[in-house]
């Protein structure tokens, strides 16, 4: 049996963590803890440096980053900085589009843009999304994506390792 990919889930906290619990409970590779929400307001007093701190501590001995795409990731100052983090760091970057899963409420909401079209990689002024993949799982409602997810995140990740080794 192979070993489960140990990864940093990058998302958009306010809409999304419902649905990012709903994919980190797969268990098809372990993730980072997210920061309980007392913790957090802590880091942020700290300001950005003491968030990038925080951020670099938890992609230690991480080898890809997930980044679980809901409609408003895209562009966001962190979300921003964690893909370029772990580019830098050759970590696997993969994105995952997540709006048709169901939140806590059962609602589903609009799909996002790639974030990865709003980040250049090198000298050559090319989008990261020109060799990043960003899915967006098949299916006809939320159980349907949610078992795309669940049967296909293993492969992106490995994937995604394999592209940032190559890049």
């Known amino acids: 049996m192979a070993t ?3 990864v940093f889930y990058s998302f958009h906290y306010a809409p999304d963590s419902w649905r990012t619990s709903t994919v980190r409970s797969i268990g098809a590779i372990e993730g980072n803890k997210p920061a309980p929400d007392n913790d957090w307001e802590t880091i942020t007093r700290g300001g950005d440096d003491a968030i990038k701190k925080w951020i670099k501590e938890q ?3 991480r080898s890809c980053t997930v980044v679980l795409v809901g409609n408003k990731t895209a562009n966001r100052k962190w979300i921003n900085y964690e893909i370029v983090e772990s580019w830098n760091a050759d970590m696997g970057v993969v994105g995952i589009h997540i709006y048709g899963l169901k939140n806590q409420d ?3 909401s609009e799909k996002g843009e790639n974030p990865f079209d709003y980040i250049t990689y090198g000298d050559s002024g090319k989008k990261l999304s020109a060799i990043v993949k960003c899915y ?5 409602n939320s159980k349907e ?3 795309w997810i669940s049967k296909y995140i293993s492969d992106a990740v490995e994937e995604a390792v394999k592209i940032g080794g190559n890049n």
């Open 4 to 6: 489960k990919r140990q």
């Open 136 to 140: 967006n799982p098949s299916g006809a």
């Open 106 to 108: 059962g609602y589903i």
């Open 59 to 61: 992609m230690k001995y």
């Open 145 to 147: 994506r949610y078992d």
